[in-house]
């Protein structure tokens, strides 16, 4: 499948006098393939809008090599611009000028049909609020007028930056369906957003950032799969049991959690070695249940950003590839 | 050329345009309204009025000066004549000539078109050059403190193509407000002048004057109107253009000539901005030194001068332009957009 997006190591430096030097993007690499539906995560400040600010031409890079629709970029960006659809942050529009008004005057400058305006604001729900001001718009109306905005040049690579941003429950439904839509009708979709649940229902694959670096990619069920831990949650048939059948898992190599009524496993690749060996014990198993892994706790583990009681994490503080894994621990900020 | 008529559009479409421009124009036309109600057409009777009225002024000076001398010479021979309010020789106490009191003090306000015209120029660039200034940073500033910029370098990536065409299309849409302004105006007082005063002796030569000084009334308006778009641009807001010029005029113009005042420096007016405008408008300035003399032949102690010329003007203005729209330019293309 031809790559649609191509990002190979980007760097992006910031220097302050003040505060010295940051890598926004380090190296940062991605590939994303036509017709997916593809997620970009990472954590807030690790480089996302910066890549794509990059990408889309609005930041100068310092090093790497961008390609889209197979053009390189910044440099065939005027000629590309036109099958690319874009929203970037959040959203900011004129606030005195109406929706339609809005979406008209980019028509005009792009050249698009003036009948596109209506088939857009149609299909994200703003057709009998276009007459408002945009001053008058909720965030998620603005949210839903800048999909608009960037689906008005009918484009065939589509970026969202947090488009449920704001939505409500159904928009956040309605934004999932027409992504999938969208991506059916063959448009390449890359979805920018912290709503983990939602991107592991609607993605083919991911790219996960942390700190200026790519920290993981591929299909959504080979990433999930690589972060697996081979986790099982077993209950036995006499809680009385667990302290024995904990001595005899951690003699056989297993990780072993304790819990009041259940035993957590860590590093178990066949269940059915567990019930052997508990058998063998006379333990006898009431529940052996492997525990999925879902796309929020691999970003979690993968950009080591899960919440410590008692701690308040600092913007920046996650993990650095290759570095070793801790919160705080390499920095990251200015004058790293 | 579709992102030109869209810019066009937009422009066209901002309220903050509509009422700037609507303002400006009310307030032309309150100028020519006012001229009108304060002028007076003058009639034979009227000037005969004014002759007896300098008649008149003319026997009271006589009668004045009469009556002075006369004192004068009582007081000199009661001796009492050396409290300095009377001069040596009494003789010096006399009337002004007849001609040195004209008819024309006592007249009624009347519009020359040839003789007033001219100066009415100065204040419709002068308004029309605010509203541009304004508008245009505007223009530019509310697309960045917005966001609308960015939204629109998605759009279309060239970055100095899309400035370019934005202050393009800023200009048409001045144009077309000052032009047709310009027009008003000249037929605005050509009507005040025929029913408030006279449009006698306008020579071919007059109209050609006339029409470089409105010619050069737009072209400040159009450089007045880049700047503030400009300064706008680089300050990536409106207030950054309106800021600048009241840091100008404040600490660059009042400040310095307080300054230079102090110090005592020649012809201060000359590190003026205004003048320079004026200078423009007026082809010519003469600043004068009141401290220093130059005697003539008739024993008159004559100031030093320098003159200011519009050519002098467009000069500073041309490079004043230059660098703040090169600035706004560089700004744009080197500078990161988020």
Not at chain 2, 240 to 246: F, R
Request: with cysteine; hydrophobic share 45%; proline share 4%.
């Amino acid at each position: 499948m031809p790559a649609v997006l191509e990002i190979e190591g980007l760097r992006k430096t910031y220097t302050s006098r003040r505060r010295g030097t940051r890598n926004a993007l380090d190296g940062f690499d991605m590939r994303v393939d036509a017709g997916q539906v593809h997620g970009f995560l990472g954590p807030n400040g690790s480089g996302k809008t910066t890549t794509l600010r990059t990408l889309l031409g609005l930041i100068r890079p310092d090093g790497g090599r961008m390609a889209l629709l197979g053009h390189d970029v910044p440099g065939a960006l005027p000629s590309v611009a036109g099958q690319v659809g874009a929203i970037v942050e959040s959203p900011q529009f004129f606030p005195h000028f109406s929706a339609r008004d809005t979406l008209s005057l980019l028509a005009g400058a792009g050249e698009v049909p003036a009948t596109r305006v209506d088939e857009v604001l149609e299909l994200v729900g703003l057709r009998d609020r276009a007459g408002e001001r945009v001053k008058t718009y909720s965030l998620g109306m603005k949210q839903r007028l800048a999909v608009a905005s960037a689906l008005l040049k009918n484009p065939k690579l589509l970026i969202l930056d947090e488009p449920a941003n704001g939505l409500d429950p159904g928009g956040i439904r309605e934004m999932r369906t027409l992504m999938r839509t969208l991506a059916e009708s063959g448009m390449t979709v890359v979805l920018s957003s912290h709503i983990l649940g939602e991107i592991q229902l609607i993605c083919d694959s991911v790219t996960i950032i942390s700190l200026g670096r790519r920290v993981a990619f591929g299909p959504v069920d080979e990433v999930l799969a690589q972060h697996s831990s081979g986790a099982v949650r077993v209950r036995l048939e006499a809680v009385s049991d667990l302290p024995v059948a904990t001595d005899a898992l951690t003699r056989a190599g297993i990780r072993v959690t304790g819990h009041p009524d259940h035993l957590m496993l860590a590093g178990v690749d066949k269940p059915a070695t567990v019930t052997r060996l508990l058998a063998e014990n006379n333990l006898y198993v009431s529940e052996l249940a492997p525990v999925a892994v879902d796309l929020e706790s691999v970003f979690l583990e993968l950009t080591a950003t899960a919440p410590v009681p008692g701690q308040h994490r600092q913007v920046d503080e996650s993990m650095k590839v290759g570095g070793t894994g801790q919160p705080g621990a390499t920095g990251g900020g200015w004058g790293a | 050329m579709s992102l030109y008529r869209t810019e066009l559009r937009r422009l066209a479409k901002r309220r903050f345009t509509r009422y700037m421009s609507l303002l400006g124009l009310l307030v032309l036309a309150a100028v020519v309204v006012g001229v009108f109600f304060t002028n007076q057409k003058i009639d034979a009777g009227q000037l005969a009025r004014a002759e007896r009225q300098a008649d008149q002024q003319y026997q009271e000076q006589v009668r004045w000066s009469e009556q002075e001398r006369a004192a004068c010479e009582q007081a000199k021979a009661a001796g009492t004549s050396s409290d300095g309010r009377y001069p040596d020789d009494c003789s010096l106490i006399t009337a002004p000539a007849r001609d040195q009191i004209q008819a024309e003090w006592f007249l009624p306000s009347t519009f020359n078109f040839r003789q007033t015209f001219d100066e009415t120029l100065i204040p419709f660039a002068a308004i029309l050059a605010l509203v541009g200034f304004v508008v245009g940073a505007s223009f530019i500033g509310a697309e960045w403190s917005t966001g609308g910029m960015m939204n629109l370098l998605l759009w279309r990536p060239k970055r100095l193509t899309v400035l370019l065409t934005k202050l393009a299309a800023l200009l048409t849409g001045i144009l077309a407000v000052t032009l047709p302004a310009a027009v008003l105006w000249f037929a605005g007082f050509w009507a005040v002048a025929a029913f408030r005063g006279s449009t006698e002796k306008m020579t071919s030569g007059a109209w050609q004057s006339f029409a470089l000084t409105g010619l050069r009334g737009v072209v400040l308006v159009l450089v007045v109107t880049t700047i503030g778009f400009a300064l706008a641009s680089l300050g990536r807001h409106t207030a950054m253009a309106l800021g600048g010029v009241v840091a100008l005029m404040v600490v660059g113009q009042f400040g310095l000539g307080i300054l230079l005042s102090m110090a005592s420096a020649r012809f201060t007016e000359a590190w003026l901005l205004p003048t320079y405008v004026a200078a423009w408008m007026q082809k010519k300035i003469t600043l004068q030194d009141w401290n220093s003399c130059n005697a003539t032949y008739y024993g008159e102690c004559k100031p030093d001068t320098l003159d200011i010329t519009w050519q002098q003007s467009s000069v500073l203005l041309s490079v004043g332009l230059v660098v703040i729209l090169g600035a706004a330019l560089w700004a744009m293309r080197r500078r990161d957009i988020s």
